[in-house]
Nanobody, 124 residues
Framework: QVQLVESGGGLVQAGGSLRLSCAASGSIFSINAMGWYRQAPGKQRELVAAITSGGSTNYADSVKGRFTISRDNAKNTVYLQMNSLKPEDTAVYYC??????????????????WGKGTLVTVSS
């Protein structure tokens, strides 16, 4: 019903920048909050940043002042601009939108979807 395409990961040196994108497509009625999570090797998945449909944002303390989340509602896309990257930012980053989508004549409200993840590697 809903497909997510993430892009923008890669290898960067410490202090560098990357911009992640996540585009949602399919039988979308509306998208509520959109978030980015990350999971480093041997660690639990953690919230990096989230943004509501109205544009309110929330960040993990570890990325405040360095990362910026934004969204383009017309394109059903969420972005994560990552600046001043550190080796500890190395992880697989996952897009997580809350989507209300059409299912036949009905709407499935508030379903969580996960992208396949994009790897960000920050070298020291």
């Amino acid at each position: 019903q809903v497909q997510l395409v993430e892009s923008g990961g890669g290898l960067v040196q410490a202090g560098g920048s990357l911009r992640l994108s996540c585009a949602a497509s399919g039988s979308i009625f509306s998208i509520n909050a959109m978030g980015w999570y990350r999971q480093a090797p041997g660690k639990q998945r953690e919230l990096v940043a989230a943004i509501t449909s109205g544009g309110s944002t929330n960040y993990a303390d570890s990325v405040k002042g360095r990362f910026t989340i934004s969204r383009d509602n017309a394109k059903n896309t969420v972005y994560l601009q990552m600046n001043s990257l550190k080796p500890e930012d190395t992880a697989v980053y996952y897009c997580n939108p809350e989507v209300s989508s059409w299912s036949g004549r009905h709407i499935d409200y508030g379903m969580d979807y996960w992208g396949k993840g994009t790897l960000v590697t920050v070298s020291s």
